[in-house]
């Protein structure tokens, strides 16, 4: 029954282990009782008595259980906040977060010096408050409130907070320039950055351009947001794993001359910068670990070990916290992400025999994330936005030229007047048309489905994937095919 094992290659097996740790992980929430630590214990003794790999396989997954189950009940132990949920309260912290500046509110994450944990901190503009800064306030504590079938306080416990201040009664900043030096040079470069943009282009374009290149989160006008979320167009305004894979694409590609070493280098640096600018919170960590797993395999030329890449990353982000694999952008990240793995080098293939070849591993890519993301988006939502299907193949070609055409206009801003307003015409016109597909896609409702189909779908997504895994042939196939080789012979 288990000979199966024996014909595994050391590199499927790190992927079995790999699974076993990730399923071990997720199942954290539900656990099976303390035991199983010391009975994974023994398994793994028992497994290198024997030799036998698949005890192995399952002791890793008990003892990855028993690890996920500990951080859920040690996550919040020592957060003094919490009890004190209600009461009007005097705090000192430090911001740790990148400001979230909205139309009438910042958001910041604080963490408090004169009790132990951290808060969501939310002022009413036009209150000045920045990374690093050192604060104090009087202000009442209370839970957030969740919003329909958004759970808004499980999505703040990923950032490690559980209680709010908002509106306190006096606040005041003692000290400026704290926090990591680096991270503070980062916020400047962005800030910069971001306001040559809006130097250049109107707000609705420049606010665009911005959420796709920084991740910005500036508040858009209601209308525009709106037809953003209905065509199902909202992710290209925040940093995700597609926009940053292809930033580590085009850097690998760009260096790829100078060797394959080079290549990984200047990714790796793309990638740390990229992400200081954007700043270190937990959906972004996970956009850059998870999406620049495919800009960087196909920077250096090993796509076929991405598989391996992506279970690691997601192993990952669940040591780090085991309340991640449950969140539903996570799960969207990673799916995508794995559609795209799996699925885009078969497509590319196959649409570089219709379209020019930069084209065609563009929409490969789009359309094998799009189609991994349906399951989620219809055991999550109970719908799938057929326009958004539609809608991104349209608008993530688009994605490249705003990217490149609004770096251009964020180093040409500096200059200000007609020759920054030139320089921007292009990233102008491309802004333009995704407004139009958002607002034109975001007039189609999205196609409400029935649980168990979506769940249907799921299993048969897992299954598929599950194969694909470990399927010699296929990853012979299609797994080692060089992205990068096709923009070449097209260069040619």
């Known amino acids: 029954m288990f000979t199966f094992f024996k014909t595994l290659r050391p590199s499927e097996q790190l992927r079995f282990g790999l699974v076993a740790v990730l399923i071990g992980l997720a199942a954290g929430s539900i656990g099976f009782g303390r035991e199983i630590f010391f009975l994974g214990g023994i398994l793994i003794a028992g497994s290198l008595i024997f030799r036998k790999f698949w005890i192995g396989i399952l002791a890793v997954f008990l003892l990855a259980n028993a690890f996920a189950q500990w951080r859920f009940s040690t996550e919040f132990q020592h957060d003094e906040l919490r009890p004190r949920v209600g009461q009007e309260i005097s705090l000192t912290g430090v911001v740790r977060s990148f400001p979230d500046v909205r139309e009438k509110t910042t958001r910041a994450m604080v963490r408090a010096e004169n009790f132990s944990g951290k808060f969501l901190l939310i002022l009413k503009n036009p209150v000045a408050v920045e990374y690093g800064d050192r604060i104090s306030l009087c202000g009442k504590l209370t839970l957030p409130t969740n919003f329909g079938d958004f759970d808004y306080r499980e999505f703040l416990k990923k950032f490690h907070v559980q209680t709010i201040v908002q509106s306190p009664e006096s606040f005041e900043i003692l000290e400026t320039g704290g926090g990591n030096f680096l991270l503070r040079g980062a916020k400047n470069v962005r800030n910069f950055l971001e306001k040559n943009v809006k130097i250049s282009l109107p707000p609705n374009h420049a606010t665009i351009t911005v959420g796709v290149l920084l991740g910005v989160k500036n508040q858009l006008p209601t209308w525009v947001s709106a037809d953003f979320k209905n065509s199902g167009l909202t992710h290209l305004l925040v940093v995700s794993g597609t926009n940053v894979a292809i930033v580590l694409a085009v850097v690998g590609l760009l260096f790829r001359r100078l060797g394959r070493r080079a290549a990984w280098i200047g990714s790796l640096v793309a990638l740390v910068f990229f992400v200081a600018m954007v700043g270190f919170d937990p959906p972004v960590l996970r956009a850059a670990l998870m999406g620049g797993i495919v800009g960087l395999s196909a920077a250096i030329g090993r796509f076929s070990d991405a598989r391996n890449l992506i279970l690691l990353s997601a192993v990952i982000l669940g040591l780090i916290s085991p309340r991640t694999l449950h969140d539903v952008s996570f799960l ?28 065609a591993l563009v929409l490969a890519v789009t359309v094998a994330a799009q189609i991994a993301v349906l399951p989620v988006l219809g055991k999550s939502f109970g719908t799938f936005p057929i326009a958004g299907f539609v ?9 490249p030229l705003l990217m490149a055409f609004g770096a251009v206009t964020m180093l040409t801003g500096f200059f200000g007047g007609i020759v920054a307003k030139i320089f921007a015409i292009p990233a102008l016109m491309i ?33 598929g994937a599950a194969v694909l895994l470990f399927s010699r042939s296929f990853a012979r196939k299609f797994l080692e095919f060089d992205f990068s080789s096709t923009l070449r012979q097209d260069s040619k």
């Open 391 to 399: 809608a991104n193949l349209i608008a993530e070609p688009l994605v």
């Open 332 to 359: 969207l990240s990673f799916a995508a992400t794995l559609g795209i793995i799996l699925g885009a080098p078969f497509l590319t293939r196959i649409f570089s025999k219709i379209f020019w070849r930069p084209l």
């Open 431 to 463: 802004g333009e048309s995704l407004l139009w597909v958002a607002h034109i896609f975001g007039k189609i409702p999205a196609v409400e489905v029935p649980g168990f189909f979506a769940e249907i779908l799921g299993w048969i997504f897992l299954a």
